[in-house]
């Protein structure tokens, strides 16, 4: 699986954005799919996840009500919506496929990733 994201930019606060990622090569409707992020000097952190159907997702305390995962499995098509960014939301985002078909929030448990989009949200 090849995955690639995109829509990253440059935005004011209280701005939105929404992430895509493509998927390409086999079939990844059967995995879970992750968003992450990674700030200057700072970890890579889980930001939202969904599960293979769909049906079920996850968020960091931190994206809570602002954001909100998608995913059209028919189009191979994982979306993430940010809504009232905030300074701090800065970073390179990146999708991930999952190894299983919920989301876990540990990088570990991903398996592929994309290279990343730049968000940048100034004050």
């Known amino acids: 699986v090849q995955l690639q994201a995109s829509g990253g930019g440059l935005v004011q606060a209280g701005g939105s954005l929404r992430l895509s990622c493509a998927a390409s090569?086999?079939?990844?409707?059967?995995?879970?799919v992750g968003w992450f992020r990674q700030a200057p000097g700072k970890e890579r952190e889980f930001v939202a996840g969904i599960s293979w159907s769909g049906r079920t997702s996850s968020y960091a305390d931190s994206v809570k009500c602002r954001c909100t995962i998608s995913r059209d499995n028919a189009k191979k098509m994982v979306y993430l919506q940010m809504n009232s960014l905030k300074p701090e939301d800065t970073a390179v985002y990146y999708c991930?496929?999952?190894?299983?078909?919920?989301?876990?929030?540990?990088?570990?448990?991903?398996?592929?990733w994309g290279q990343g989009t730049l968000v940048t949200v100034s004050s």
């Open positions: 991930a496929a999952d190894r299983g078909m919920v989301p876990h929030t540990s990088s570990t448990e991903y398996e592929y």
């Open positions: 090569g086999r079939t990844f409707s059967s995995n879970a």
